[in-house]
Every structure is written in structure tokens, then in C-alpha cells.
């Protein structure tokens, strides 16, 4: 029999699993490399105020992280994961794109780190071009190209050997740290040998160990020395000499004073400067020249970019990074619930205490001049915190070495399996195929568009431009996931129970802050670029339409605003500003549950060009216990011909015993509170003069009359199956409005919100009024003219003359004073027949466009009041 292979079960506990992984990343180039620069540049106290903020930043995310990971599991994707599923799959998507890039880039900031550390500190000899800083820069891109390529292959070689390798690599990190410390107690009792030049107050650049002298006395004879030689002709006392090298005078300081010197006072201020400023010494005297000769720049030390406080915040921000390393091994701990939390946040306090505690070491162990020396220049070449290490420099070279390839490997590891959990979620359709790999799950085609996005970084070719970069992404990362919390705790869903008890939300809040504060300190172009990035992932996955259901916080969020927002709203009625059409559209349907007329849909949301309320509604005729299926069908039926249209509103299907009472059901009670429907647009019944359908002219009457009787309008789309689609374009043509009843401006609002939609764009509106023989057709079309101008409606008014058989003798009065129709009625004492006409004379009102005049008339029908209760004499006539 063969023996079942029993799985092991994740044995990681919180120090192996999750403290040194989040001690490996955190501790990296950025300290190595630029540590003593920031402090030299930007003095012990603001880079203590840098630091501060950036740990302060992490610490905070690093409480709101726990309590999401310990909300449930947290699989591969690790801080993708837990905002897709906090925040929704837009979020998600645009945040975890973001902290792919960001950890793509820190592996090229990695990379230019080992680069810079190889032909700097350990092996100048092998730089392929020679000369400036151009130079140095190609030599980036060709060796940086090279250890991409290498690091690559063995990552899809393998990525157990990766793995294996990792303590290797943080071991040399402990040991790096623990040689400065030692560095920092010796100088206390013995400085080492690390002796300064310079020329005035400028230091001068020391390759080699020449004399710091111009010149010294042998055997009776003076004797110039190589820096004589750097500054002058010839090695001759009467050559012709640099000004500024004759008027100032060479003295030697010690590079590292000890802790012991008071050097601590003289590091405590910021010395901001220009690109290609000298590195100077601030308390040494210094006689000035007037002009300066380029030609010997090269001989002294100068800052090879220009520094200020926001910049410095960019490029030490990458340090601090790495806090996910634990949350991203979720599935290979032992108990993730406790550990997560707890070697995330002892880590984050260790690497911010040995941060901090190495700003005030530096600043008082280490010289002014040396510390702003950012590649060691006046130190024979060394790596300016190796000058502190002890036994040796070396130690301090090898292990940020190894340390960066480490790093190195471990993003171009981490980056292609946070883009394969992102495709395999499908939020983000083109980047599915980044979602297969190998027949193992290595994600293959993940790692080459990690390894082209990463050439991008080395070709920039500078640590220092690439670090603000992916500080942007890591920044905006931990912004949503301080978000993230925020909303879970704010909104109380029942399912937000984190074992993590130690957050709150107004430290969520605060993290949230200082992170957006911090991006915009960074550089604030930066800033917007990544959230451009991000907003047009975000609506591309809206557009597109991400189909996953998470529960995210976003939906509690819209949920509660929503409730918020309706409660207000049914505080008091609408004022006549907010006024818009509010459309319940009525839909017939056929024995299939297909609607019989999608233009009404079209022409809904030609009119409502996705603004307002829009609520689709039907009726089946029956019994809702035997009718639920066929209601859920058509329902499925409208809601995919509403995505068809672009109509954004909702769908409410009615089962009722009769149509009547259906449609009566859905005036009566469609909407919710204040956001109800205050217009009701149907098609103009077809069969209505069909013997076989007695009923189809009676419910349509009865429509209008319920209409009315709930106060609200009412539009009868004719010949509705005629009317344009949402892909057809009118370049010319008329919306011809046909206005006999002055109902305070509506009639005139319904064109201009069509011209609003592509499809009527181009056309004009033309308003067409009646009038008699007799009457002054001038006056009245200024007084509509002007009627238009206060309505800020552009239209062109015509003034219909028609004999007086033709028209109303009031029809100009009511035109003009609809409010006193009633008393005018009452006055006149008209008969009853004459009344029901001028009933009929208000209730047809026509928009039409001359792009289908040839066609069959379309018409619009507008009942904007009408007494409750029409007689019957109406209803023959509507019926005729």
C-alpha cells in the first residue's frame, strides 16, 4: 500500500515568519547609502523630524493593517487583498496596480543601490566608460541592465533558492548594524584614522594619501606637492596658480571626531544647497574670489544634485517600506491572527529606534563634511558609514551589498505574484493573461513585465530619482489601507469583528492623513501622477464593470449616505431650483416577458442623459405566487435592455390581478420617500381602436386620469418604435415645440434636455404659438421671446396666426395666465361642451423634428393638470 502523504502544516511562528521578513525589507539601500547624507544635508534635528513622520506614517498603517488581516485570512496578494476586500474590487485594483509598481521600482532602486555600492566601494577599476557624471550614469544603465537580466533567471529558475538565500542575506544586515554600534563605542575611546582635507572652507576630493599640504621644506629646498599640481601650471613656486587656492589656506580635520568631540552641535542645523554646490565646512574661514574656475571643480567635493527638505522626505521614505512582508506570508504561519499584528509592529519599532538612533550617532560621531559627502569622496573613496564601522569598512560594503541584492531579489520574487493574484481576480480584463505561469503556478509572463517595467527604473539610472517614484505608489498604498479601516470601523458592519483590538478610527484617520500629507511633501507632481494612474485604473474596472461581490466597505459606505441623504431629502418638498424630471417609465411587455418598445428606453435616456431619477416599471397580469418566475425574467429582460441603452435607473416589475390596478400600484408607490417620480412617460397605446382590445383605450384614459389625480406629469411617446437610438447623430434639424398652455416652463425644458444628449445636439428649437386673426402677433412673440430669456432657454419663437373657428377665443389668455383658468372659465360662464374643448385644447401638445417630418408624426403628449375626474364627453372624443 502506498502511505498518504500527510501535509505539513505551517510551522512559522511570529519571529521567523513575520518579524525578520519585515526587519529584511525595512532595513535596506536607503540606509547604507544615503542614511548619512539625509543627516549631514538636512542636520539631526529635522532628519530626526523625517524620520518621525515616515515611521509614525508606517506604524500608524501598520495598526490598520492588523486589524484587517486579522479580520480573516489573507491569502496571496497580501495588501491588494485586503483592500480589494475592504474597499471593493475599483479599489482594489487601482491601489494594488499602484503597489506593484512601487515594489517593481524598489527592485531597480535595489538594483542601482548594488550597482552603485560595486563600482563605487568595492571595484571602481570595472566601470566601462570613464569621465563624468554621464559617465558613472551609463555604467548604471549597462551593469544594471546585466544584474536585472541575472536576477531574473534566477528567480524563474527558482525561487526556493531565493528563499534559502534571504536569511543569508539578512544575517549580513544584523551584522552590518551591529558593526556600526560597535564603530560608534570605539570612537568613543579611539577615532579612527580618517583625516580631511580642505582648501579654505571647501573640502577637497582624496582618492589617494597625498600630503594636505601646497608645499613642505626638503633639504633646504621647497618642494610643491600634487595638490600644488591640481591647482597650478606647473610644479613650479612661480607657476600661475588658481585664485582661490593662493588666497586660502590647506588644512587637515578629522573625518570622525568620536562621539566624544561636541561635533553633535555643529550637525544639529540643516545645510541645504544648489546642485554643484561646494561641500563646505561652515565654521572654517574662507577668503571668496570673485570668479570660479570650472576647470578644477573636479578636485573638490560638490553636491552632485540640489537639496531640500521635501526631497529628502522622497528619497528616505523607501526605507521605511516593507511593512506588508509579514501580512504577504499570511498562509504559511502558524497562528496569523496573533502574529501578523505582533512581529508587524515590533519590527516597525525596532527599525524606527535603530533609524533614529543612528541620525544622533552620525551626526555626533561623524564630521559635517563628511557627512554631506554622499559618495565619500574626501575619505580615499570609502562608503561614508563604513568609515564609522569596526573591525572594518568592509563590513559595512559587503553586507549593504549582499543586502541590496537580497532586496533586490526579493521584490523581482513578490511583484510578479502580486500582478498573478491581481489577473486571476479578472477586476482588470487585460492584465488576465499575466494570470497563468508555469505548470508549478510561477507566474512566467508576470515576471517579464516586472523585469521590463524595472529596465524602465534602471534606466533612469539614478537612486535618488527613482526612490521619490516608488515612494508615491507605497504611499498611496498605505493611504487606502488607513482608509480601509476607517470605513469598516465608522460603518459597523456586523461582519468587521478583527481580533485585533488596539485600533481606532481616528488613528486610521490619522495614518490616512499623514500618508497624503507625506505624497504631497514627497513631490507633489508625483502625486499626481499616481493618482491620475490610479483614477484611470479605478473607472476603467467601473467602466468595464468588475463583477465581484465582496461586501466591501465602499457599498456600506453608499448604503448609509444613501439613507442619510433620503432622510434629508423627505425633511421638507423640493424647492422649483432642484426641480427635474423625475421619469417613471411604463413598459408594455409580451407573452415572453420581451419588451414591445426599446426606443422608450432610449428616448428615456436621451432625456435624462443619466441624471435624475429613472425608475422602469411593468405589470403582468396574474397572480404573484404563480407570476414570480415569469416577474423575475422580465425583470432580467429590462435590467440587460437598460444596460443596452445606457439607462441608469431602477427596475420594479408589479404582478397584479389587472393591469388597471398595476400601473396604479406604481404611481401610487413606486420610489422611496423623497426620491419619488414626478412624471410618468408611457408609448401611446396602439390597439386602442381594435375591437379585440375593448380595455387598451380605457387603461390608458384611466393612466391619464390617476396621473393627474397624483399631481404629477404625464409624456405619451407616439410612435415611439420611430423614434432615434442612442447611435444615431441628427446634424441638422428642428425640435419643434408646439406650446398652447403656459405650465411655468416645462414644455421648454423637455427640448433642452434633449439637446443636452449627442443625438439632438446639433438641432435647434423652435417655438410655435397660436393666435388669432385679430390679435398682436408681435406683442406676443416678445412677450415669449422675452419669457425664454428669463428661462435662459435659446429658441427661435413663431407666432401662428389661425381664424377664430380654428382656435379657442381664450386660448392667447390661458397661454399667458394658466393659473387663473379656472376663475376666467367660471366668469365667462361657458357651456359645458365649450368647456370640455378647452380641456382637449391643453392636453395635445406636439415636439416634433424635421429630420422625420416625412415619417409618421411623432408626437409627445404632456398632461400637466387636469381636473380630476375627466367627463365622458372627453373620453369620446379621445377615443374618436
Given amino acids: 500500500m502506498k502511505k498518504m502523504k500527510i501535509a505539513n502544516a505551517p510551522r512559522m511562528g511570529t519571529f521567523i515568519g513575520v518579524y525578520l521578513p519585515c526587519l529584511q525589507n525595512i532595513l535596506g539601500v536607503i540606509l547604507f547609502l544615503r542614511l548619512t547624507w539625509i543627516v549631514g544635508t538636512a542636520g539631526v534635528l529635522e532628519s530626526f523630524i523625517i524620520v518621525f513622520m515616515c515611521c509614525s506614517g508606517t506604524l500608524l498603517t501598520a495598526i490598520s493593517m492588523s486589524a484587517i488581516a486579522t479580520n480573516g485570512v489573507v491569502p496571496a496578494g497580501g495588501s491588494y487583498y485586503m483592500i480589494s476586500r475592504s474597499l471593493g474590487p475599483e479599489f482594489g485594483g487601482a491601489v494594488g496596480i499602484c503597489f506593484y509598481l512601487g515594489t517593481t521600482f524598489a527592485g531597480a532602486m535595489y538594483i542601482l543601490g548594488t550597482i552603485e555600492i560595486l563600482l563605487k566601494y568595492i571595484s571602481p577599476n570595472a566601470a566601462i566608460f570613464e569621465g563624468g557624471e554621464e559617465a558613472m550614469l551609463n555604467n548604471m544603465r549597462v551593469y544594471g541592465t546585466c544584474i536585472l537580466a541575472l536576477m531574473a533567471l534566477v528567480v524563474f529558475v527558482g525561487v526556493k533558492y531565493v528563499n534559502k538565500l534571504a536569511l543569508v542575506f539578512l544575517a549580513c544586515v544584523i551584522l552590518s548594524i551591529f558593526a556600526i554600534y560597535a564603530g560608534v563605542i570605539k570612537t568613543a575611546f579611539e577615532p579612527p584614522i580618517f583625516p580631511v582635507c580642505l582648501l579654505g ?155 533614529l538612533s543612528c541620525i544622533v550617532l552620525f551626526g555626533a560621531c561623524i564630521e559635517g563634511v563628511v557627512l554631506r559627502d554622499k559618495f565619500g569622496q574626501a575619505v580615499n573613496g570609502n562608503l561614508v558609514i563604513g568609515t564609522l564601522a569596526w573591525p572594518s569598512p568592509w563590513v559595512i560594503v559587503i553586507g549593504s551589498f549582499f ?355 449627442k443625438v439632438w445636439r446639433k438641432c435647434k428649437m423652435r417655438i410655435f404659438t397660436v393666435a388669432q386673426m385679430d390679435d398682436n402677433s408681435i406683442q406676443m412673440k416678445k412677450d415669449l421671446q422675452m419669457f425664454l430669456y428669463h428661462l435662459r432657454i435659446n429658441a427661435e419663437v413663431e407666432v401662428v396666426e389661425m381664424f377664430e373657428n380654428d382656435i379657442s377665443a381664450f386660448t392667447y389668455e390661458k397661454t399667458l395666465v394658466m393659473e387663473q383658468r379656472s376663475q376666467m372659465l367660471k366668469q365667462m360662464q361657458l357651456s359645458k361642451n365649450e368647456r370640455e374643448r378647452e380641456v382637449i385644447n391643453f392636453i395635445f401638445l406636439f415636439l416634433k423634428t424635421t429630420k422625420i417630418m416625412y415619417e409618421q408624426t411623432q408626437t409627445l403628449v404632456l398632461i400637466n393638470e387636469v381636473i380630476t375626474g375627466l367627463p365622458q364627453g372627453i373620453r369620446n372624443v379621445i377615443k374618436v
Avoid at 594619501?209 to 601650471?233: A, Q, R
Avoid at 563646505?280 to 531640500?308: C, G, N, R, W
Fill in 403 to 757: 543586502s541590496t541584492c537580497g532586496a533586490g531579489l526579493q521584490s523581482l520574487t513578490g511583484a510578479p505574484r502580486l500582478l498573478q493574484a491581481i489577473a486571476r481576480d479578472g477586476i482588470v480584463p487585460f492584465l488576465q493573461v499575466f494570470g497563468h505561469g508555469k505548470a508549478n503556478g510561477e507566474p512566467t509572463w508576470a515576471l517579464l513585465l516586472t523585469a521590463l517595467i524595472c529596465e524602465i527604473g534602471i534606466l533612469i539610472a539614478s537612486l535618488d530619482s527613482v526612490a521619490p517614484i516608488l515612494s508615491m505608489f507605497f504611499l498611496m498604498c498605505y493611504l487606502f489601507v488607513n482608509l480601509a479601516c476607517a470605513v469598516q470601523t465608522l460603518l459597523r458592519t456586523p461582519n468587521w469583528r478583527p481580533r485585533f483590538k488596539y485600533y481606532h478610527w481616528t488613528l486610521s484617520f490619522l495614518g490616512m492623513s499623514l500618508c497624503l500629507a507625506l505624497m504631497f511633501i514627497c513631490s507633489w507632481y508625483y502625486a499626481l501622477v499616481a493618482m491620475l494612474i490610479a483614477g484611470c485604473i479605478y473607472k476603467y474596472i467601473e467602466y468595464r464593470g468588475a463583477e465581484k461581490e465582496w461586501g466591501d466597505g465602499i457599498r456600506g459606505l453608499s448604503l448609509n449616505a444613501a439613507r442619510y441623504a433620503l432622510l434629508r431629502v423627505e425633511q421638507g418638498p423640493p424647492h422649483t431650483k432642484n426641480w427635474r424630471p423625475q421619469v417613471l417609465v411604463l413598459l408594455n411587455l409580451d407573452s415572453e416577458q420581451v419588451v414591445k418598445h426599446p426606443r422608450l428606453l432610449s428616448f428615456t435616456s436621451q432625456l435624462k442623459a443619466g441624471k435624475g431619477l429613472t425608475i422602469v416599471g411593468s405589470v403582468l397580469p396574474g397572480i404573484y405566487l404563480d407570476k414570480f418566475t415569469e416577474a423575475q425574467r422580465a425583470e432580467e429582460n429590462i435590467r440587460s435592455l437598460m444596460g443596452a441603452e445606457r439607462t441608469k435607473g431602477f427596475c420594479q416589475i408589479v404582478v397584479s390581478s389587472t393591469v388597471r390596478d398595476g400601473i396604479s400600484h406604481l404611481i401610487q408607490s413606486a420610489g422611496l420617500g423623497g426620491m419619488k417620480h414626478n412624471t410618468v412617460l408611457m408609448a401611446w397605446p396602439q390597439s386602442w381602436k381594435h375591437t379585440d382590445n375593448p380595455f387598451s383605450w380605457k387603461n390608458f384614459v384611466d393612466t391619464v386620469r390617476e396621473t393627474t389625480a397624483a399631481q404629477q406629469a404625464l409624456l405619451v411617446a407616439k410612435n415611439i418604435d420611430s423614434f432615434p437610438t442612442n447611435q444615431e447623430r441628427f446634424s441638422e434639424g428642428n425640435i419643434d415645440v408646439w406650446w398652447i398652455v403656459h405650465d411655468g416652463g416645462m414644455l421648454m425644458l423637455l427640448p433642452f434636455l434633449l439637446r443636452q444628449h
Fill in 201 to 355: 572652507n571647501r573640502t577637497l576630493v582624496r582618492d589617494t594619501d597625498f600630503p594636505c599640504v601646497k608645499y613642505y621644506e626638503e633639504n633646504n629646498m621647497t618642494v610643491t606637492t600634487k595638490l600644488w599640481e591640481n591647482f597650478c601650471s606647473s610644479p613650479l613656486l612661480n607657476a600661475t596658480c588658481d585664485e582661490y587656492f593662493i588666497l586660502n589656506n590647506v588644512t587637515e580635520i578629522q573625518g570622525i571626531p568620536g562621539v566624544a568631540s561636541g561635533v553633535f552641535l555643529d550637525n544639529l542645523w540643516s545645510v541645504y544647497g544648489d546642485k554643484f554646490a561646494f561641500v563646505e565646512k561652515q565654521d572654517q574661514p574662507s577668503v571668496p574670489v570673485l570668479e570660479e574656475t570650472d576647470a578644477k571643480m573636479k578636485y573638490y567635493v560638490y553636491s552632485d544634485i540640489m537639496t531640500y527638505f521635501t526631497m529628502l522626505v522622497g528619497i528616505y521614505f523607501p526605507s521605511v517600506t516593507g511593512i506588508m512582508a509579514g501580512s504577504n506570508r499570511s498562509g504559511d504561519l502558524r497562528d496569523a491572527q496573533k502574529a501578523i499584528p505582533t512581529g508587524t509592529i515590533l519590527a516597525i519599532l525596532t527599525t524606527s529606534f535603530i533609524y
